[in-house]
C-alpha cells in the first residue's frame, strides 16, 4: 500500500490545521493506521492512532485535547485535525499503515508500522 500525506503548510499559532493520509488501495477492514510527527535533530514521535473502522483511538498525552484521528474507509483516507496549534508542534507529519485484518489493536510505536508516507510540513509560527 502507498500512502500520501498533505494538508500540511504555514499556520499561526493557536490554529487549525487538518491532515489528510489517502491510501493508494482500500484501507477499510485491513489496516490500523496512525500519525508520527519527526522535528529537525529529534525522534519520531507517536502522536495517535486509529483501528480498522475508527472505533478505537488512542493518542500521545501531549496531543490529548487538540489532536483527533478520524477515517474514511469508503474514501481510503484517515486525517489528522489538529487544533490550538503550538510553534513546538512545527515538523514533519507522517501517517503509517500496519495490516491487521479486522483488529481492534492500535499501535504506537513506529516500529509496529509496515507502511508509511512521504511526510508533509507543518510550520506554526508565533
Known amino acids: 500500500v502507498q500512502l500520501q500525506a498533505s494538508g500540511g503548510g504555514l499556520v499561526q499559532a493557536g490554529g487549525s490545521l487538518r491532515l489528510a493520509c489517502a491510501a493508494s488501495v482500500s484501507t477499510s477492514s485491513r489496516y490500523a493506521m496512525g500519525w508520527f510527527r519527526q522535528a529537525p535533530g529529534k525522534e519520531r514521535d507517536f502522536l495517535g492512532a486509529?483501528?480498522?473502522?475508527?472505533?478505537?483511538?488512542y493518542y500521545a498525552d501531549f496531543v490529548k485535547g487538540r489532536f483527533t484521528i478520524s477515517r474514511d474507509n469508503a474514501n481510503h483516507t484517515v486525517y489528522l485535525q489538529m487544533n490550538s496549534l503550538k510553534p513546538e508542534d512545527t515538523a514533519v507529519y507522517y501517517c503509517a499503515a500496519r495490516y491487521v485484518p479486522y483488529s481492534e489493536t492500535v499501535y504506537v510505536t513506529s516500529a509496529m508500522y509496515q507502511y508509511w508516507g512521504q511526510g508533509t510540513q507543518v510550520t506554526v509560527s508565533s
Open positions: 486509529i483501528n480498522w473502522n475508527g472505533g478505537r483511538t
